[in-house]
C-alpha cells in the first residue's frame, strides 16, 4: 500500500475514431531526438455527409511507430490509408498565419499523440489488424476451464 503513494496519477484523455493518414514525416529538431509525426483526417458526423477533424500527432510509442512507418510508401503514392486509432492528451493550439491570403489572422490546430492502431486497410484492402488483448490461447483457455472444474469437484 505504501507503493501507492509514491506512484504518479495520471487522468487520460483518449479520442477514438476512424481517419486517414497524411503528411507522414520525421520531424528533426535543433535541440532533442528527430520524432515520428502524421495529420488525422479523423471522421466525423453522417456517413452520407462526412466531415473531417485534422489532428496533428506525434506518433508514441514503439508499435504505432512501426504501423506508421508500414504506411510511408502508400501514402507518398496518394493511396487512402484509413486506419482506426486512439489518440491521447489532444489540445488546441493556437498560432498566427504567416502567409497566404489568411496572413496576419489567428487559427487553431489539433494537437495530440498517436498511440494506437486498431487496423489498416489500403485503398480498401485490410493490411493490419491488431490482435485482441486479452484474447488467450484457446488450449491455455480450456486448460483453465478444466482446472476450475477440478477445485469446485474438490
Not at 471522421?43 to 506508421?68: F, P, Q
Request: proline share 3%.
Amino acid at each position: 500500500m505504501s507503493n501507492q503513494a509514491n506512484e504518479s496519477q495520471y487522468f487520460d484523455l483518449h479520442t477514438t475514431g476512424i481517419g486517414y493518414l497524411n503528411r507522414i514525416r520525421e520531424v528533426k529538431l535543433k535541440k532533442g531526438q528527430p520524432f515520428l509525426a502524421v495529420t488525422v483526417a479523423a471522421l466525423c458526423g453522417s456517413k452520407d455527409d462526412v466531415e473531417y477533424r485534422h489532428i496533428d500527432c506525434n506518433v508514441v510509442g514503439a508499435e504505432a511507430e512501426k504501423l506508421v512507418r508500414r504506411c510511408i510508401d502508400a501514402e507518398k503514392a496518394n493511396k487512402k490509408v484509413l486506419v482506426s486509432f486512439r489518440i491521447g492528451d489532444c489540445w488546441a493550439d493556437s498560432f498566427t498565419y504567416q502567409s497566404g491570403p489568411k496572413q496576419g489572422t489567428p487559427g487553431a490546430s489539433l494537437k495530440g499523440r498517436l498511440l494506437y492502431i486498431g487496423w489498416i486497410k489500403v485503398d480498401g484492402e485490410t493490411v493490419y489488424e491488431a490482435k485482441p488483448r486479452d484474447a488467450a490461447p484457446a488450449e491455455q483457455q480450456g486448460t483453465d476451464q478444466g482446472n476450475e472444474g477440478d477445485q469446485s469437484a474438490a
